[in-house]
């Protein structure tokens, strides 16, 4: 069986501290641990200078290998390539999408960087799979160095509408490095369409009736994958949410009121002010829901330095404050805002106790929360999941309450009508949206997108493009 090498930035290295919250770091470390492999990227440290070879941690079955970044290279690299232009750009988030030149050289610099310190570690017969949007240059970067092994790519970001993408400056080089890949997997048909519009309309490659796309003189197959969870587990974990004392007493501080939930980093794409603002429009509208009703919203802190995340964070405080301020009674705090991570069995048994969701981003490459919380759900007393259109979650959870993130009144509206549901209308939603997510798992995404790989037409490496 041959080895599998996961390469992203963010690495989730058991008891360590870098962040576990993402759904990168939750998916990858569900994904490696059942055959174990190597892991690669970032060790979350900044430090006086880049680490010149990465440093090896062994908790069987996987090998950690990671390196800490100087300030410059997380600067331009992290906070700036990949936070302040990526991800607002791949959010459809113009608007805060900045485009300084050194950014993108740090970015290609320390993509470079990495390539050469992954190189050594890799054997002919690995399957490399290289994970998001901070690292699209590297299957180029490893080519160079000699890499001849193929090489898959999967984005768990959205892939922005061709005139959005076109914005980018760089954009032909970034094109051109996706290509370098021998499998490029998006979230959903939505980002793949977005992909093949802009290899047919702007490489001059074309799209062949297999899927295959030829591009850059290359052949590669684009294809979605969508991610899953571990459904089975989380089920069982959330069957059992009560014997942890914090869910314990959440419950007893909560009484007999009902409670909504939003789990989320703390990332303008969530749709946060958006979700709060909702809120407060269904407490304005529906008052007989006074004192009946509290809504938890769970956010850590990420990306603090990143000035745009720095703003919503004091947006929020403020808007929750005032909230509370205009609702809130002696006996009863309407909106309960933590900006902390939670350990899993704690979140799931926050899920199973809540009676809907609000899962409702702007944008979102896939969203896990929503996964994850319709697998906490009672069979026979399930919670109602409000999901936003906007979330690639919706494509398969079309028996959620669709909503709108961007209209405060339709969500209010949707808030009412989960609380008011029927228990025969939540059962037949639940089973409608648990179908797809038992049969898509994360074991049969990881063995979907490697199978995928393993049989990707072998391209030479003296084909690769620069
Ligand atoms: P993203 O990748 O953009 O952060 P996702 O919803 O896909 O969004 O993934 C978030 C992951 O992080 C989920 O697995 C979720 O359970 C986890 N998570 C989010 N917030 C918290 C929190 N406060 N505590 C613990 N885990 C969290
Ligand atoms: O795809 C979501 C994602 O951007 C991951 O790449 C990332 O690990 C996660 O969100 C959390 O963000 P960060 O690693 O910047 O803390």
């Known amino acids: 069986m041959s080895r599998l090498v996961v390469v992203s930035n963010r690495v989730a290295v058991p008891n360590q501290q870098a962040a576990n919250t993402g759904g990168l770091a939750v998916a990858l470390r569900e994904a490696l641990q059942a055959n174990g492999g190597v892991w690669f990227g970032w060790s979350g440290k900044i430090a006086q200078r880049t680490s010149s070879q990465p440093t090896l941690t062994e908790v069987a079955p996987v090998t950690y290998a990671t390196v800490d970044l100087g300030r410059k290279d997380h600067s331009e690299y992290y906070n700036g390539f990949a936070n302040r232009t990526l991800w607002p750009l791949f959010h459809y988030r113009l608007d805060l999408a900045e485009f300084p030149r050194q950014n993108y050289e740090g970015y290609l610099r320390v993509n470079s960087l990495f390539a050469e310190q992954l190189r050594p570690l890799l054997g002919d017969d690995d399957d490399i799979w290289i994970h998001d949007y901070h690292m699209i240059p590297l299957a180029s970067e490893l080519r160079r160095l000699g890499v001849r092994q193929r090489i898959g790519f999967f984005l768990h970001t959205p892939f922005p509408a061709l005139e959005v993408f076109l914005a980018l400056p760089s954009h032909e080089r970034i094109a051109r490095s996706l290509c370098a890949y021998d499998v490029v997997g998006f979230q959903t048909m939505n980002d793949l369409r977005a992909f093949l519009d802009y290899i047919v309309n702007e490489s001059g490659g074309e799209v062949l009736e297999d899927g295959l796309v030829k591009a850059y003189g290359r052949t590669l197959k684009a294809q979605v994958f969508p991610i899953g969870v571990e459904a089975e587990n989380l089920a069982r974990t959330a069957a059992h949410a009560l014997k942890v004392p914090a869910v314990r007493r959440f419950r007893e501080s909560q009484r007999d009121r009902a409670f909504l939930m939003g789990v989320d980093r703390l990332d303008y794409s969530k749709g946060i002010p958006e979700r709060f603002e909702a809120f407060q429009r269904f407490l304005e509208r529906y008052p007989a829901w006074h004192r009946q009703v509290v809504m938890v919203q769970i956010a850590p802190g990420s990306r603090a330095e990143v000035?745009?995340?720095?703003?919503?964070?004091?947006?929020?405080?403020?808007?929750?404050?005032?909230?509370?301020?205009?609702?809130?009674?002696?006996?009863?705090?309407?909106?309960?805002?933590?900006?902390?991570?939670?350990?899993?069995?704690?979140?799931?048994?926050?899920?199973?106790?809540?009676?809907?969701?609000?899962?409702?981003?702007?944008?979102?490459?896939?969203?896990?929360?929503?996964?994850?919380?319709?697998?906490?759900?009672?069979?026979?007393?399930?919670?109602?999941?409000?999901?936003?259109?906007?979330?690639?979650?919706?494509?398969?959870?079309?028996?959620?309450?669709?909503?709108?993130?961007?209209?405060?009144?339709?969500?209010?509206?949707?808030?009412?009508?989960?609380?008011?549901?029927?228990?025969?209308?939540?059962?037949?939603?639940?089973?409608?949206?648990?179908?797809?997510?038992?049969?898509?798992?994360?074991?049969?995404?990881?063995?979907?997108?490697?199978?995928?790989?393993?049989?990707?037409?072998?391209?030479?490496?003296?084909?690769?493009?620069?």
């Open 307 to 466: 000035p745009e995340y720095k703003q919503i964070r004091e947006e929020l405080e403020a808007r929750a404050g005032h909230l509370n301020g205009a609702f809130a009674d002696y006996d009863w705090t309407p909106l309960r805002y933590l900006n902390k991570g939670v350990p899993r069995e704690t979140l799931v048994g926050f899920f199973r106790l809540s009676a809907a969701a609000l899962v409702t981003p702007l944008r979102d490459g896939m969203n896990l929360v929503a996964k994850e919380y319709v697998c906490a759900q009672s069979p026979h007393e399930p919670g109602v999941l409000i999901l936003s259109r906007f979330a690639g979650a919706a494509r398969e959870l079309d028996a959620a309450l669709l909503v709108n993130p961007f209209d405060p009144d339709g969500v209010a509206d949707a808030i009412a009508r989960a609380l008011n549901m029927s228990m025969e209308e939540r059962v037949e939603r639940w089973e409608a949206m648990i179908k797809p997510l038992r049969e898509n798992s994360l074991d049969a995404w990881r063995d979907s997108f490697l199978k995928a790989l393993r049989q990707a037409p072998y391209a030479a490496p003296s084909d690769t493009p620069g």
